[in-house]
């Protein structure tokens, strides 16, 4: 079986919030290309620290294999290759933060183009098509 265009092992994040601390471990994950994941559970049990590695948003403290779109993101991490970790974040990553993402002086619509804004790129068809998948398309000039 070919990799999946995002694979992990046994890549782990230790977190200290609120006088505890905890280790998230993510043993084996693997999403395979057009494929839909849903992450759940309680508050506190490492959702968005999960999401945060896997889009390359937090730097991971231990780990076998972290890959995305072929691109060893370990080997980027280790040797503090931030531009082109930034680089691999803006060609294959969507990742919108739980809190304080959206500028609020701007359109849902305008917040999503602002990455393809930055990087010269916009594609207003790509933003329409991906609200439709989303199913925000009728909030989009919110």
Do not use: H, Y
């Not at 948003?57 to 980027?76: I, Q, W």
């Not at 060609?91 to 609020?104: H, I, N």
């Not at 594609?123 to 909030?139: H, K, P, Q, Y």
């Amino acid at each position: 079986m070919t990799p999946g265009p995002l694979r992990a092992e046994r890549v782990s994040r230790s977190v200290s919030a609120a006088g505890s601390r905890f280790t998230l471990l993510i043993e084996r994950f693997e999403v395979a290309l057009g494929s839909q994941v849903a992450v759940v559970g309680p508050s506190g049990c490492g959702k968005s620290t999960l999401l945060a590695l896997l889009a390359l948003a937090l730097r991971p403290d231990a780990g076998e294999v972290l890959t995305l779109a072929g691109t060893d993101a370990l080997a980027l991490w280790r040797a503090n290759q931030g531009d082109a970790l930034a680089a691999l974040r803006a060609r294959s990553v969507g990742f919108v933060p739980q809190t304080g993402a959206l500028l609020p002086f701007l359109s849902l619509r305008d917040n999503i183009l602002l990455p393809q804004r930055i990087l010269n790129r916009p594609d207003a068809a790509r933003v329409a098509a991906l609200a439709e998948r989303l199913g925000i398309s009728a909030i989009l000039d919110r």
